[in-house]
Every structure is written in structure tokens, then in C-alpha cells.
């Protein structure tokens, strides 16, 4: 399959799960939320103003996209996805949740490491119209965010 990535791609996921920090990579490991062997969760780098908590939830191995994914990663992701979205309703009290998830260029994908977006959404949240405004927040305030959802997750599980 025809990857994306540039040449010399350095993934800033597999990073991230890898446990390296980078000067590339703008998530750090107080970001992560969940973790198992499968697959790894954690509050994006860049958030939108009114919808923080953006929880990224990727395969612990890399894939670039929907078309190079194992169907049991696929599972175990959903899976994942769903427990992140009843954290979030507890931590945040939501309206509701996104799930989102983007393949090659034209599909929106910027990070070339099959990933999906679970967002917290309140009512007129106009996060769509909006979706340029997402901005990189700083990764003190992306760990009190991680932790709430931590603390959501015991909470539940």
C-alpha cells in the first residue's frame, strides 16, 4: 500500500508509545490515559477552545491508515473508544461525544499513524465551524486534563 508519510517520517505516536521524547513531538508521556498492550490513549496535543479533552487513541504498533489496519486493532481501538467516551460524560458532563477518525491527505489525516479523536461535545459547541481554531496547549494543562480523565476511568472501571 502507498504510504503518506514523507521520506525519513519519524512518528510522533510511535514515540509517544515508545516512551521517547522528542523535541518533534509535542505529546509527552503525562498526556497518556490508558494504556495496554493493544493500544495506547491520550489527550492531543492541540485542543479546540471550547471542546478540551481531545483523547487520541491509537495502536500500539504502527499502521498509517484504515487500509493497513489488523480488524482485532480495530476492535480493541472501539473498544478503547468507548470506555474514553464514558470517562469523558463522568469528568466533563458532556453533552454528548465525537468520534472521528481520518484517512490520507484528502481525508483530513496529518499524523501518518492510524489514529481516532474522541471529543467531548456540549450543545452549540459549534466545534465543526470552528475546527481551525484548534490550537496547541501546553502540556501542564493537558496533564490536569489527562488526569481527570484518569481519575474518571478508576472511577468506572
Not at 495496554?36 to 504502527?62: C, M
Not at 489527562?146 to 478508576?154: E, F, G, H, T, V
Request: hydrophobic letters at 35%; one cysteine or more; a negative charge.
Amino acid at each position: 500500500m502507498y504510504s503518506h508519510a514523507p521520506e525519513n517520517y519519524i512518528c510522533p505516536f510511535c514515540l509517544l508509545v515508545q516512551g521517547i521524547e522528542n523535541e518533534k513531538v509535542y505529546s509527552v508521556q503525562s498526556d497518556i490515559v490508558f494504556k495496554d498492550k493493544s493500544v495506547t490513549a491520550f489527550i492531543g496535543s492541540h485542543q479546540w477552545p471550547r471542546n478540551h479533552g481531545n483523547t487520541i487513541i491509537v495502536p500500539n504498533e504502527h499502521f498509517e491508515n484504515i487500509f493497513d489496519l489488523p480488524e482485532h486493532y480495530s476492535q480493541e481501538i472501539h473498544r478503547v473508544a468507548r470506555i474514553i467516551s464514558f470517562a469523558m460524560k463522568d469528568a466533563y458532563s458532556c453533552d454528548g461525544i465525537s468520534i472521528r477518525q481520518h484517512n490520507e491527505p484528502a481525508g483530513y489525516q496529518d499524523v501518518w499513524h492510524y489514529h481516532v479523536h474522541v471529543t467531548p461535545r456540549y450543545k452549540d459547541d459549534r466545534l465543526y465551524p470552528t475546527y481551525e481554531d484548534r490550537a496547541l496547549m501546553q502540556a501542564s494543562e493537558r496533564s490536569e486534563h489527562a488526569q481527570k480523565l484518569r481519575d474518571a476511568l478508576i472511577r468506572l472501571l
